[in-house]
């Protein structure tokens, strides 16, 4: 008996490359799943009670949140520069004004009024593994892509 396999590279690329062929569908399913469990993580900061403008909008982190597909490969991220502060952390730190002899002025919690500082000691911000937590959504079987 012989056994003759003769490959066709097209139709090869379309099932295990293309994003229209049923592997890049399922991976496609896998990345928006945790895409979105990422987004719902993240949430949105609040607006300034001041009702100043801010250098960032609430929300920034969450909008800037994207999934890309490209074959056999998904990427979920951010290009957002705060990204990664917010998934890993922050040590402390000190915060000083922009202008040199400027001041910090913003609403704080603690006093319940608006403080006007020198400069502040931040005590760092815990890590929010908003992707790396969400990891295992890629995991979970996905609907047969026919």
């Known amino acids: ?3 003759r396999i003769v490959w066709n590279d097209p139709g090869l690329f379309w099932l ?3 994003p229209a062929g049923p592997v890049g569908r399922s991976l496609a399913l896998r990345g928006h799943r945790v895409l ?5 993580q993240v949430g949105v900061g609040r607006p300034d009670p001041l009702g100043r403008q801010r250098s960032r909008s609430p929300g920034a982190l969450r909008a800037s949140l994207r999934m890309e597909a490209h074959g056999a490969v998904v990427r979920v991220g951010s290009s957002n520069p705060i990204a990664l502060l917010h998934h890993e952390g922050t040590r402390p ?3 000083y004004p922009r202008r ?4 910090l002025v913003f609403y704080w919690d603690r006093i319940g009024g608006v403080a ?3 400069m502040v000691h931040h005590p760092g911000t815990a890590p929010n593994r908003y992707l790396t937590d969400n990891l295992h959504l890629a995991l979970l079987p996905t609907p047969r892509v026919p």
Do not use: F, Q, W
């Not at 979105?36 to 719902?40: I, V, W």
């Not at 040199?100 to 001041?103: K, L, M, S």
């Open 1 to 3: 008996m012989t056994v």
């Open 16 to 18: 295990l490359a293309s």
């Open 36 to 40: 979105e469990a990422a987004r719902e």
């Open 93 to 95: 730190h000190a915060i």
């Open 100 to 103: 040199p002899g400027g001041r």
């Open 116 to 118: 006007v500082l020198p």
